[in-house]
């Protein structure tokens, strides 16, 4: 009877720590969607945590490329962030714009993102007069967003 009585409560504790053990959180994520890596037509940005509330990405995108800071509302890498951004947007002949702002980054439930900040232009490329013919004057700032599904 003490063996019995020993070999479950051995059991019983395998067992119990088997499913007391949590999921590990996700530590780095990949975001795909409309004007992400770097402000591009199409792009990808990966996440990487560094702590549990601060990570760094980088992205590429239809002729555009960027990397962030990112300070996450709540600890983990599905929680909303506060960013800093750099986007440089065209390559070599093609090159409009190099921006550096802040922006805020939306995490909805466990798919969606969402991003609006504003940034500086810190560099004109040999496209940026051709993209702003239309305007008055030449924009110091411009308007930062983006949408996508993360994963």
Request: net charge negative.
């Amino acid at each position: 009877m003490k063996k019995i009585t020993l070999w479950a409560f051995f059991a019983l504790i395998n067992i119990s720590l088997c499913y007391s053990q949590s999921k590990p959180l996700a530590t780095n994520s990949l975001t795909i969607g409309i004007l992400q890596g770097g402000g591009g037509l199409v792009g990808f940005d990966f996440e990487q945590l560094i702590t549990d509330r601060i990570g760094l990405s980088f992205g590429v995108g239809v002729i555009s490329y960027g990397v962030s800071a990112h300070y996450h509302i709540k600890p983990g890498i599905e929680s909303s962030s506060v960013a800093l951004n750099y986007w440089h947007q065209g390559i070599s002949d093609s090159h409009v714009q190099s921006i550096i702002g802040p922006s805020y980054v939306f995490k909805f439930g466990k798919l969606f993102s969402a991003q609006i900040g504003f940034g500086a232009i810190v560099e004109k490329g040999q496209l940026f007069e051709e993209a702003y013919r239309d305007f008055e004057s030449e924009p110091n700032t411009v308007l930062l967003y983006s949408f996508g599904v993360f994963f």
